[in-house]
């Protein structure tokens, strides 16, 4: 079983940046892909960005690309995504998740966190 915790979400202005967290406990956390996902009040949760265990590939969703960066310290059970030229259109919970391959459907991953929310007003 796996563990996630998100952390860093907050509220912040339109253009801002924001760094998100997500803590893992597993004994072979550089054995899973790790994604973020978003969701807003009343949409699908939306695929944000994910990368591949060992960190040589990465995938963005449209809305995100060139805005956004997900990167992973392994040695830390850590993955991040770093938000910028943020906007309203960004505001939702932010969820990370685990899965043994690489993605972009929610219903093909694993484990999930709590979430974290980040609200951008404009």
């Known amino acids: 079983q796996v563990q996630l915790v998100e952390s860093g979400g907050g509220l912040v202005q339109a253009g801002d940046s924001l760094r998100l967290s997500c803590v893992a406990s597993?004994?072979?956390?550089?054995?899973?892909?790790m994604a973020w996902f978003r969701q807003a009040p009343g949409k699908e949760r939306e695929f944000v960005a994910v990368?591949?265990?060992?960190?040589?590939?990465?995938l963005y969703g449209d809305s995100v690309e060139g805005r956004f960066t997900i990167a992973r310290d392994n040695a830390k059970n850590t993955v991040y995504l770093q938000m910028n030229s943020l906007t309203s259109e960004d505001t939702g919970v932010y969820y990370c998740?685990?899965?043994?391959?690489?993605?972009?459907?929610?219903?093909?991953?694993?484990?999930w966190g709590q979430g974290t929310q980040v609200t951008v007003s404009s």
């Open positions: 998740a685990a899965a043994s391959t690489i993605a972009n459907e929610a219903a093909d991953y694993n484990y």
């Open positions: 597993a004994r072979t956390f550089n054995s899973y892909c």
């Open positions: 990368i591949s265990w060992t960190g040589g590939t990465t």
